[in-house]
């Protein structure tokens, strides 16, 4: 039962996508609620809340695809 390398390195290029939208999603909600009063508040929180989402996407299908790696389906 060996491991498909290349599988694990495609699985880790996405969560190594995902690190930093799971930093900067909650950022930019924060600044979106900190700055409710400026007229970019509701494009500020899509992109954060689009970031959040992007960022549970890619660690899911990263996952995944190591998974694959792993036990060779």
Not at 1 to 23: D, H, I, Q, S, W
Not at 37 to 43: K, P
Not at 48 to 53: F, H, V
Request: positive net charge; hydrophobic residues 55%.
């Amino acid at each position: 039962m060996a491991t498909n390398k290349e599988l694990l390195r495609k699985g880790v290029k996405y969560l190594t996508g995902a690190l930093p939208l799971m930093f900067i999603g909650p950022s930019l909600i924060y600044n979106a609620f900190m700055n409710q009063h400026t007229n970019w508040h509701y494009l500020v929180l899509g992109i954060g809340i689009a970031a959040c989402l992007a960022s549970m996407f890619l660690i899911f299908l990263g996952l995944k695809i190591i998974m694959k790696g792993i036990f060779n389906d």
